[in-house]
């Protein structure tokens, strides 16, 4: 199921239970009594990335892949912290290989011989300016979490298909066996994470029954799954396959919903998808938004303003909440770590500002 390998990760998904997701219908769900979005800075740390996803605008190739300096960083975060968020979500290409030797000058230069190391450092200078870190590293050893995880409240991977896809193609080509790897490590590291599917991308409907079913059995085997989103793939500069039809994103949305227990959020992006045309697929939130920096990932696709964001609420009938970059219900000693326990719990701006929604 995962493509050429499995990176020691055994999945059981039940064929019958892809028959049975693959029947779901929007009918078969309900919409959510409330929708809830976190406010976060999005702090491209590096766009080198070993990988060359046909979908991707995000990654520069070597020679013109850029690393934020640590008084980057500081600035990026200082304006979230006074815009009122709580968030900065750290974006990166997957682990730089080693043609980029200029990053990896840029590092050494810069006192360190990891991008892992740097990221801690960078979460130390996020958590200092009054933000919680949520780290989107793409593929990692249990090494490379271990060496950050206790600096993040929460950590994330886009799965997006367990299928072996063209789009991950070319001479460096993603692994789908070895997201699920990283998804799992985080579960036994005690990570609360974020995960998602990325539709549109050539795999097929059985292949997204697969995906979610994969995602919610190790999400059965550790409890650490905090959300789900549902993607659809978008067309840039690198992408022209268009994106899929209403109808997929709906059926996708309400397997999601039945797929996964209902503590796990279901996340829409309302700079990407069509939102308000998936309220009654079981959507219950609406992601990071970002009043300050734009979506890296999607620069051609503007965040919409907060208050945008209620305006959906309100015309769906529902309240809108703000939250934390960690669910409520990872807020203990098993998920939390002390140092990022202890921030919620400062006597200061910050720990007042994320105390506020809980
Ligand atoms: S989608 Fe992620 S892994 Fe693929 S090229 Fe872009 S940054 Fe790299």
Request: with cysteine; charged share 25%; net charge negative.
């Amino acid at each position: 199921m995962f493509g050429a390998e499995s990176h020691g990760v055994e999945l059981t998904v039940d064929p019958a239970d892809v028959e049975r997701l693959l029947n779901v219908e929007p009918v078969d769900v309900s919409a959510a009594p409330e929708l809830t979005f976190a406010r976060n800075v999005f702090v491209p740390l590096t766009t080198a990335c070993r990988y060359t996803c046909t979908y991707c605008t995000y990654y520069d190739v070597p020679g013109e892949a850029s690393l934020l300096s640590p008084e980057e960083i500081e600035r990026i975060c200082e304006r979230g912290a006074e815009a009122g968020c709580t968030e900065a979500l750290f974006t990166f290409g997957d682990d730089p290989d080693d043609r980029y030797t200029e990053i990896y000058d840029e590092l050494d230069a810069l006192g360190h011989d990891s991008i892992h190391s740097y990221l801690r450092e960078a979460c130390e200078i996020a958590l200092e300016c009054g933000l919680l870190p949520h780290s989107n590293p793409g593929d990692q050893t249990r090494d490379q979490m271990e060496l950050v995880a206790d600096l993040n409240a929460s950590m994330g991977v886009m799965l997006e298909t367990t299928a072996d896809v063209t789009a991950h193609g070319g001479p460096r080509a993603k692994n789908p066996g070895q997201r699920i790897a990283t998804i799992a490590t985080a579960g036994e590291l005690d990570v609360p994470f974020t995960t998602g599917i990325l539709v549109g991308i050539g795999e097929t409907a059985r292949d997204r029954a697969e995906s979610l079913l994969a995602i919610a059995e190790l999400h059965d085997r550790y409890d650490h799954i905090q959300e789900i989103i549902v993607q659809p793939v978008v067309e840039n500069e690198r992408w022209r396959g268009g994106s899929p039809d209403i109808e997929t994103m709906r059926r996708t949305t309400a397997m999601a919903r039945v797929a996964l227990p209902e503590d796990v959020s279901i996340q829409s992006p309302p700079n990407l998808a069509p939102v308000e045309e998936l309220l009654d697929c079981g959507i219950d939130d609406l992601g990071g938004v970002s009043p300050v920096t734009d979506d890296h990932i999607n620069p051609e696709y503007k965040w919409p303003a907060l208050r945008e964001l209620e305006r959906i609420a309100e015309r769906a009938d529902v309240p809108l909440s703000e939250r934390l970059p960690v669910y409520d219900r990872y807020l203990t000693p098993e998920w939390l770590s002390p140092r990022i326990r202890a921030a919620i719990d400062a006597d200061d701006d910050a720990g007042r500002r994320y105390r506020a929604l809980l």
